[in-house]
């Protein structure tokens, strides 16, 4: 009677339910906000924009002092963007053409000075071949003609080339001064003859001729002066 009694109980209850699943839970997605782009950095552009400004007549200390303003603008920058690249670029870029026409220029100035200064050794060499010669002449010519050059200047000889020089004008010095004394006592003889013309017995045409003779003579005397 129990076990009937309990058939109908669960007959009536039904049968035993199943777990349903909850229903999913819906989340609301995070609404993706756009970053704002990234503006070129101010001391980079700053540094660039010195450069640009620059000209060729600007002395290069400016040019130096600006190149390395560019320079220490990048070490700062932490993230370069593109444009922070472009503007260094192109800065960098004419600093270098500024440096390599400058050094153009100095190798210009620098071969031009060898040049000049090889002139001035073969000067000087012609000027010891005629001391050397006795040519007193030349070598007051081109005594002349060395301490009046203005390139190089002088400060811009060497050492070795000054020193020379100053030796071979003592030399010409000399020369001149035994020059002027050896013609002196070659006028005083002339003279001399002049002197004795009188007494000589001598046609006056004769006499004439004589004394233009003795006068050429000391005129050639003081042209060698």
Do not use: F, Y
């Amino acid at each position: 009677v129990d076990a009937v009694q309990r058939m109908i109980e669960g007959v009536a209850r039904g049968p035993a339910p199943k777990d349903v699943p909850a229903p999913p839970v819906e989340v609301a997605a995070e609404p993706v906000v756009a970053s704002a782009p990234a503006e070129p950095d101010a001391a980079l552009a700053q540094a660039a924009a010195r450069v640009d400004a620059l000209s060729d007549s600007d002395s290069a200390e400016a040019w130096e002092a600006a190149a390395t303003a560019l320079t220490e603008a990048w070490k700062a920058l932490a993230a370069p963007i593109d444009a922070d690249r472009s503007s260094k670029s192109r800065a960098e870029a004419r600093v270098i053409d500024w440096r390599a026409a400058r050094r153009a220029e100095a190798e210009a100035r620098e071969a031009a000075l060898q040049a000049v200064l090889a002139e001035l050794k073969a000067e000087l060499s012609a000027l010891a071949d005629a001391v050397e010669a006795g040519d007193i002449k030349s070598a007051r010519a081109r005594l002349k003609a060395l301490e009046a050059r203005e390139q190089p200047a002088r400060g811009d000889w060497p050492p070795a080339e000054r020193r020379r020089l100053d030796g071979l004008k003592t030399r010409v010095e000399k020369l001149v001064a035994w020059e002027r004394w050896s013609n002196n006592q070659v006028r005083a003889e002339l003279c001399a003859e002049v002197e004795a013309l009188p007494a000589a017995g001598l046609h006056p045409d004769a006499v004439a001729s004589k004394v233009r003779e003795l006068s050429d003579k000391l005129k050639a005397l003081d042209a060698l002066e």
